[in-house]
Structure formats: structure tokens, C-alpha cells
């Protein structure tokens, strides 16, 4: 169904749900490539680099380690895997690394409370949705 996929990685949210979805989209489907995109906020970056002394490529390569038992068990499902890295503001580097690659869905976790029902997508998942021409995969 779809050979060129972006998985956009939020450390905070769940991803155990993610691997069989991505099986399903590829389904039937030769070298079907998924890129794992994260952003560093640039916060987070100007606190690792004044607190720890941390610069982008050390925390990418420590974000990097703490996410290949995900990319193992991608990889296990025959998907090609590459892991980008990137340092701004999340929306717009989510929506930038779009526009400039010609991918073919988006997937995106999104763990919510039940009791926030009203508040069913993320602010960044929103915003994402509602600002592509590609289709979005919403997992829970």
C-alpha cells in the first residue's frame, strides 16, 4: 500500500502499537522504506548544552541507542529503517521534513487519557493533520 512512510517519534507517547500498524501499511509492498523523524526541541538542546555539555550529536546518538530495540523490531518485519534526527520547533520541522521528501502517509502516536475525550489529538498531531495533502495514521 505505501513504500514511503515517516514515522514521526515522540519519545513520550507509546510506540508499541506502531510496528504492526507500519506491517500492515506495507503489506504486499517491495522495499518499503520508514523513516523515524524526531525533533530535539531546542530547549532541550539549550539545557543539555549548558547543564551537561551535550551538543546535538550527543544527544541524536543517545536518542539514537535508546531507540534500537524499536528500529530492531521494524527491522524484523523486513522494513528498511532510517532514523533522522533534527533540532527546532517540533511543528514546523515535522511539517518541513514533509514538504521536502515525497512520502507517502505520515504515522504518528497519540497516548491520551480517556478522560480527555475533548482533547482527543495532541496539539502537535493537530496541527500535522490539518496542514498535509498526504494521509495521517493516528495510533493509539
Do not use: C, W
Not at 514515522?7 to 504486499?28: M, R
Amino acid at each position: 500500500m505505501y513504500k514511503k512512510i515517516l514515522l514521526a517519534y515522540d519519545f513520550d507517547n507509546s510506540f508499541n502499537n506502531v510496528p504492526k500498524e507500519l506491517e500492515n501499511l506495507t503489506y504486499g509492498v517491495e522495499n518499503a522504506e520508514v523513516t523515524v523523524f524526531n525533533v530535539i526541541p531546542e530547549g532541550e538542546l539549550e539545557t543539555s548544552v549548558r547543564y551537561d555539555n551535550k551538543h546535538f550529536e550527543d544527544l541524536a546518538n543517545e536518542k539514537s541507542e535508546a531507540l534500537s530495540p524499536f528500529i530492531q523490531k521494524l527491522e524484523t518485519l523486513d522494513l528498511k529503517v532510517n532514523v533522522k534526527f533534527k533540532t527546532g520547533y517540533i511543528k514546523q520541522s515535522i511539517l518541513a521534513e514533509i514538504n521536502e521528501n515525497a512520502y507517502d502517509i505520515v504515522v504518528m502516536s497519540n497516548k491520551r487519557e480517556k478522560s480527555e475525550l475533548k482533547n482527543i489529538l495532541g496539539n502537535v498531531t493537530h496541527k500535522i493533520a490539518s496542514n498535509v495533502d498526504i494521509p495521517v495514521l493516528i495510533v493509539n
